[in-house]
């Protein structure tokens, strides 16, 4: 008989992409306790583009560590293509995050020592010729304009163009939902302006799924769907 | 830009694949990273390393200088004295050409060590006088390449003698009235033995070993003494060299199984008295080198677990994009093992390039002679691979942990 793997893709037919019920999360600091979420439940279908909005300390970015599964929940489930992540070892999560997720951070976290076109490429080594790697992560760098960059390490790089490749870094496993956490935090309103621009074309023209997390109202117009999170609850949703 | 809509792209098993991520990290952090911090955790774990294979090799250089000395300028190989318990061969020469029927044997010289008192002036002592075959000799020991002033003593020389530099009082402090100071070549001593009539003999050289116990000596010719009918042609010892150091009891055995008279004394028999010596520094030796393992593992630990801790916020990102646990883990050892690799090639460098050369110019002078480092290969290679072996447990630890705590934490450095 043909065993599956836990984390093989099995996206449920109506194209639900992520499902989250009821998730709790709360941090300990010393001795006191503070809930980051409490009971937020939300559900995703492919192509969605959804924007996370809340005041600092609402839980967006607590959500979207749990969704990116850089974090776990206290309680509730969270299943991404029908598996329940929550129930996952650390190596199984890290096989999803790697083949199923791509991930963006505020601060870019890319690897200093490694070029533009190597921190894009390295998380397709993990499967792929390194030459294949070279040249998808050479198409996506040019996809974001950094064409000219490749060999540029992060430290040679402008805000702008260090997010330019996390960005082109997370595509390139060719995930099944793209998370971004304040993307633009940290730019110039140019380089944001060209930032929101990628991911509105990459829902828009190339149909990937995202989740963005960002305090500035006027990006909540780049997605589909809004979620408004205030003390660990959904206050609004449309 | 791969479309959604085209399908997602089908991965290969990556098993084989995700073995080059350490290798590919640890290029490039070779390539990228600030050479100079680079340079000076190199030079610490050469340092480190150095520390290690120095004090081992100096307590290796003085029991390697006693022994050769002890050989060289002392006792050969093997030592016969007569076999009969008698105090002399009454004729050596039967007993010298059996003995250079070995071939293992090299070299062979009969002596007849007398005890006598020397008088030079108001000075005077007592001293073993050892008469010789200056030619034998030659061979058999190196104390004719070791004179400080005038010259060896020449075959049938009956009025000649050669002095060790403590005879000669060379090495004496003020207040030390040991030797006959101020003694020269051409001047004349006055040797008294027992009952024998006092002989004038004229110093013909000085030498000094820097072995205390040789250069305590004075050597006559044969000829001086067969003025006396009662020692010509005897011997209380004679002294055997052989080809290589070590394997001296297979020889004996031969010797003896070919019947030569006598009684066999190798040299680690011979200096038994000086195996205590030998021994405590064998012991200060291993104390010096268990402490200066830990200093060094201590040392190596630290200046890993530093450069790999911050780097944790790297650690944490590999992770965040699904870079698996254990190549992580296995990039910082083998970056820790190549760190203590070229701190070892750095070190050896060093270490056979300027200081052992330094104090082959400039050796500790010590009472058993001129030390020099003596590195025994076994020795260098253990080291070596401890310090390798302590490097990479140094990279292991820090990685372990953290590659196992939150990835958040990691990656913003709470």
């Known amino acids: 008989m043909m065993s599956q793997n836990p984390t093989d893709n099995v996206t449920p037919a109506g194209g639900e992409v992520v499902l989250v019920d009821d998730i709790c999360r709360t941090y300990r600091m010393g001795e006191v306790e503070v809930p980051a979420l409490r009971g937020v439940s939300i559900s995703l279908n492919r192509g969605d583009f959804l924007v996370v909005t809340g005041r600092n300390g609402s839980g967006k970015s607590t959500l979207l560590h749990q969704l990116g599964l850089l974090d776990s929940p206290d309680s509730g489930s969270i299943r991404i293509n029908g598996v329940d992540v929550t129930a996952l070892r650390e190596k199984e999560r890290a096989r999803m995050r790697l083949h199923d997720l791509g991930y963006i951070f505020q601060e870019f976290a890319l690897i200093a020592e490694l070029t533009a076109i190597e921190n894009v490429m390295l998380p397709a080594m993990m499967l792929e010729r390194t030459s294949e790697c070279r040249e998808r992560a050479r198409e996506l760098l040019a996809e974001v304009e950094l064409e000219r960059q490749l060999d540029h390490l992060p430290r040679q790089l402008s805000g702008g163009e260090q997010q330019k490749v996390a960005i082109a870094r997370a595509l390139i496993n060719d995930p099944e939902v793209l998370f971004a956490d304040e993307p633009t935090a940290n730019l110039d309103t140019v380089s944001a302006a060209e930032v929101l621009e990628i991911f509105r074309s990459l829902n828009r023209d190339k149909g990937h799924t995202i989740v963005m997390v960002t305090h500035e109202m006027e990006e909540t117009v780049c997605g589909n769907r809004l979620l408004t999170l205030s003390d660990g609850k959904i206050v609004h949703e449309e | 830009m791969k479309s959604k809509k085209s399908g997602r792209r089908r991965h290969l098993p990556g098993a084989g694949r995700e073995t080059r991520i350490p290798f590919f990290l640890i290029g490039k952090h ?75 044997v090299t070299a062979a010289a009969a002596e007849l060590v007398i005890p006598a008192t020397l008088q030079y002036g108001e000075q005077k002592g007592d001293w073993k006088v050892t008469a010789i075959d200056p030619e034998r000799e030659k061979n058999a020991t190196t104390i004719s390449r070791k004179m400080v002033e005038g010259a060896y003593l020449e075959p049938g020389d009956a009025d000649g003698m050669i002095i060790g530099s403590e005879v000669a009082g060379l090495d004496s402090q003020d207040g030390d009235d040991r030797g006959l100071r101020g003694i020269r070549v051409g001047d004349t001593v006055t040797a008294t033995v027992d009952e024998l009539p006092a002989r004038d003999l004229t110093i013909r050289g000085i030498f000094r070993t820097r072995f205390n116990r040789t250069d305590d000596r004075a050597f006559v010719t044969t000829a001086a003494v067969d003025l006396f009918p009662q020692m010509k042609g005897k011997a209380t010892q004679i002294i055997v060299r052989t080809r290589k150091n070590g394997g001296e009891d297979a020889v004996v055995a031969e010797l003896k199984a070919a019947g030569v008279p006598a009684t066999f004394l190798t040299w680690e028999q011979a200096a038994k008295g000086m195996q205590s010596i030998t021994d405590s520094f064998v012991t200060i030796n291993a104390l010096l080198t268990s402490v200066g393992f830990i200093i060094a593992a201590v040392t190596i630990f630290i200046i890993i677990y530093v450069d790999i801790s911050n780097r944790r916020q790297e650690i944490g990102i590999l992770r965040a994009v699904g870079v698996k646990g254990y190549l992580i883990t296995w990039t910082y050892v083998l970056q820790a093992a190549v760190y203590s690799f070229c701190g070892v090639v750095l070190g050896t460098a060093l270490f056979f390039g300027v200081i052992v050369p330094y104090f082959r110019i400039h050796p500790f002078r010590l009472p058993i002679g001129d030390v020099n480092l003596a590195v025994v290969p076994v020795d260098y290679v253990w080291r070596s691979l401890s310090v390798v072996f302590v490097g990479m447990l140094s990279g292991l630890i820090p990685a372990l942990i953290i590659t196992r705590e939150k990835i958040l934490d990691a990656i913003l450095g709470r």
């Open chain 2, 30 to 104: 070779l390539r990228h990273c600030n050479k100079w911090t680079l340079a000076l955790i190199i030079f610490l774990l050469s340092a480190a390393f150095i520390n290690l294979i120095f004090i081992n090799s100096l307590f290796n250089g003085v029991v390697e200088n006693n022994t050769n000395q002890f050989i060289h300028t002392y006792t050969g190989n093997i030592t016969l004295t007569p076999a009969d318990d008698g105090k002399m061969f009454e004729d050596a020469s039967p007993v010298l050409r059996e003995v250079e029927k070995n071939p293992e």
